[in-house]
């Protein structure tokens, strides 16, 4: 059986580790940023594409690539960019492939309202929207390596179900959490990032005193909110592995959500979600 090891892990980018290695906190953010994006052609030309587009563009375009990396947001342009990069090294144009991006986006739709909603939380909405797209990292690299198998995989046992993790470690000798701490440690990227991509599916009293505990919480809510959306309700509640959408709410201060707010929130992220995907869709 193989494990973590055998795998190939597509390399990121030098230009691309040097902006994701940023934590979403440091003072110097977007000087960082900057620093990362000037002399890159590629990095710096996305930069004023977005910030020119009908999407950011204002009253005036943006002529210097600090004013186009200030009215994006650096954040959001770090995000972006990073998605572009993934979009192109996993495909969404096989079916697997495509059904692991929407469920990212999904989940990464998710963060992003919940960080909106929940602002006291200090965790901006691209930096969870961010959170969100790598949390499944570890599955697409996966399918990268073995599509077949993967699609066998997805096809017994859903991408929402507790016993993934089992699943797939009896096919491939590890899961999607240990693949993505160990693809998150070579791409050099930030601590809370890489909690969320080896944690997503920890239970929540073994995250109690851990770092960067809320980023993981978070990123469990969105994906406990998304099941609501997706699954059946009794194949969901039948699944005892997994915490419930009020048990992780009340772990992170929350006043748990009732039924009209969660189901007003899910049609709100679901549109969001099918909007970003569309987007990946047509780069």
Known sequence: MAGVDTYEIPALKPRLMQLASV??????????????VMGDPALTGEA???????????NRR????????????PRAYVSHVLKKYFVSVFSPASAVNYELWQHSMLVASANRFLARMFSHLSITPEWAFLMGIMHNIGSLVLAHNAEEKYTEVVQGVSLFSSRLLDVERSTFGTDHQELGEVVAG????????????ASHHANIADLEGTPHRDCVLLTQLGLSMTVAYYEDPDEAAADPGRPATHEIANA????????TWLAESLLAINDEAQVDLQVILDE
Do not use: K
Not at 23 to 36: M, Q, S, T, V
């Open 62 to 73: 943006c002529t210097s690539l600090r004013q186009c990396v200030m009215r994006v947001g």
């Open 23 to 36: 934590p979403a906190g440091h003072r110097d953010y977007l000087e960082l940023i900057l620093d990362g």
């Open 186 to 197: 070579s791409w050099g990227l930030p601590a809370d990032v890489v909690a969320v991509m």
């Open 252 to 259: 992170l201060g929350l006043r748990p959500p009732d039924e």
């Open 48 to 58: 004023f594409r977005m910030a020119n587009s009908p999407v950011y563009r204002g």
